[in-house]
């Protein structure tokens, strides 16, 4: 690079650069930024675990990278377990007011008003879980 004038640099320029490793790993260590670019399609294989690790995983940065994204990913299975609960709370909650009458007409059913208050209080458990769901360190673009 123009702008770098101090220190000592590798330069390696080539048609294709092929690092092999026979017995270990392969280790890139750098006390700023590590910086993989291509015009094409970067791939990561492996046959075991992609692991990418970091305070903050960042997926779709805008081109000038002054603005991350702020959208938390969501985690799937607590969000499947809280929509699972509601459901069957909702379901409870229409089965319970099925079969409910009023006699003498106009007064309270006591069958809808119990089945009422124990969906209310699912509901309000269940609202304070949703902030739970949201990940803390990895965050999407949003659909826009």
């Given at each position: ?8 640099q590798i ?9 092999n ?8 260590y750098s ?7 291509a015009?094409g ?23 000038n990278?002054?603005?991350y994204?702020?959208q938390?990913?969501?985690l ?10 509601l ?12 079969s409910?009458v009023s006699?003498?007409?106009g ?19 269940l609202l ?6 949201k ?5 999407i673009?949003d659909n826009?």
């Open positions: 690079p123009k702008n770098y004038s101090d220190g000592s330069i390696l320029n080539s048609d294709r650069l092929v690092l490793s026979k017995k270990d790993d392969i280790l890139l006390t700023t930024n590590t910086e993989i670019y015009r399609d970067i791939t990561l294989n492996s046959e075991s675990d992609v692991i990418i690790n970091g305070n903050n995983i960042i997926l779709g940065v805008q081109d990278k002054a603005q994204p702020t938390p990913a969501v799937g299975t607590k969000l499947e377990e809280i929509l699972c609960n459901f069957d709370a909702l379901s409870t909650f229409g089965n319970d007011v099925s409910a006699t003498p007409e007064t309270p059913i006591a069958a809808l008003n119990v089945a009422g208050a124990k969906l209310g209080g699912k509901i309000t458990d304070s879980k949703i902030e739970n769901i990940s803390n360190s990895v965050f673009k826009q």
